[in-house]
């Protein structure tokens, strides 16, 4: 029985790549700022080690808009419907996540190659017989951690500092957005340090700021004042909510990649600890679906939303996680409610 624990340094995982030659690179389903960071990163380092396109990404799902130019030339495809992995990889690279259902389509995969599969990851929880080779950084803030270290190692660079430009920016964009641009209470000095040295190496942060939070489409907002415009108080207003059905959604003019994020905004309210965002992504009435995205207040009363996700079947951080539930918004709210009190109760 193996654990969710590192099993394998990052330089026995570097060596382990040395010789490989078709490398699948793959992260959670509609990758965050993360996930596109830490594994168009990998890849980046992986070919330059090389001098070879031995590596490229597989996304699944919605892959956010600024996806193209932050990637520029590095190689990655983004699957749709059932399309599959069109090659037979000698090694498999997971990160930014180690959970088979957030592996969704590429799930099995993975399963038929588990003795070629490598996990580096930062989350709390995950699956350990996803792969012999686990590197799970639980103290990063941002898988990109843990990824910096992989390619300084691959490019057998001293520091971070001496990153090539296009490898730094992407673990910036990565460490920058997991951590609310350096807002969220998994901010430690490490963070900060990196960030330094990622300047150093000639990251423009404010044009990836600029790329990544104010690059919206009119729709987004629409489908922003949508959400707001649902806003419910619970719990004598500790915990917010807002809900988006598919409708809402179609309305304002935007699609799945246009949602995210939403939860942040009930935040802003004094009295509210917890605010989640329940978002309808199966339209059959047969078989609903909804998504729920949870963020939480830092702080001495802080709700460890990631516990709150587990008991939904979901999981992520302590101040930011999520689930996806087999019900309408009316019955994922009735539950996502029942599971927040308890814990809302249980911090006083
Ligand atoms: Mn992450």
Redesign the pocket.
């Known amino acids: 029985m193996s654990a969710w624990e590192t099993n394998a340094s990052i330089k026995e995982i570097a060596d382990w790549l040395a010789d490989k030659q078709r490398i699948v690179v793959l992260t959670h389903s509609r990758p965050?700022g993360?996930?596109v960071g830490s594994s168009l990163a990998t890849v980046r380092s992986l070919n330059r080690a090389t001098k070879t396109r031995r590596a490229s990404v597989w996304y699944t799902g919605s892959t956010p808009w600024w996806l193209k130019e932050l990637a520029g030339d590095a190689p990655y495809h983004a699957l749709e419907g059932h399309d599959n992995i069109d090659i037979e990889p000698d090694a498999i690279v997971v990160v930014?996540t180690g959970s088979w259902k957030q592996l969704e389509g590429l799930a099995d995969f993975v399963r038929n190659r588990t003795a070629i599969t490598t996990v580096i990851d930062?989350?709390l929880n995950g699956d350990p017989d996803m792969a012999p080779r686990l590197h799970i950084s639980k103290e990063s803030a941002?898988?990109v951690q843990p990824v910096c270290q992989l390619a300084t190692e691959l490019l057998h660079l001293e520091c971070p500092r001496d990153l090539p430009t296009n490898i730094a920016e992407l673990i910036y964009a990565?460490l920058a957005t997991?951590t609310g641009w350096f807002r969220h209470a998994s901010v430690r000095p490490a963070v900060f340090r990196l960030a330094a040295d990622l300047l150093d190496a000639g990251v423009d942060h404010a044009a990836i700021y600029a790329l990544v939070e104010q690059h919206d489409r009119a729709s987004r907002l629409r489908a922003m004042a949508a959400a707001l415009a649902t806003l419910e108080l619970h719990d004598r207003d500790r915990i917010a909510t807002m809900e988006l059905t598919r409708e809402a959604i179609h309305a304002a003019g935007a699609g799945p990649a246009d949602t995210g994020g939403f939860s942040e905004l009930g935040l802003k309210i004094a009295s509210v600890r917890v605010s989640a965002t329940l978002t309808e992504v199966e339209t059959s009435k047969e078989d609903p679906a909804t998504k729920i995205s949870m963020r939480s207040k830092a702080g001495s009363n802080m709700v460890n939303v990631n516990l709150v996700a587990q008991a939904l079947g979901g999981g992520g951080h302590a101040n930011a996680a999520g689930a996806k539930l087999p019900y309408t918004i009316q019955e994922s709210k009735r539950r996502l409610l029942d599971a927040l009190e308890h814990a809302t109760k249980a911090t006083k």
């Open positions: 965050d993360d996930a930014d930062h989350h941002a898988a990565g997991d």
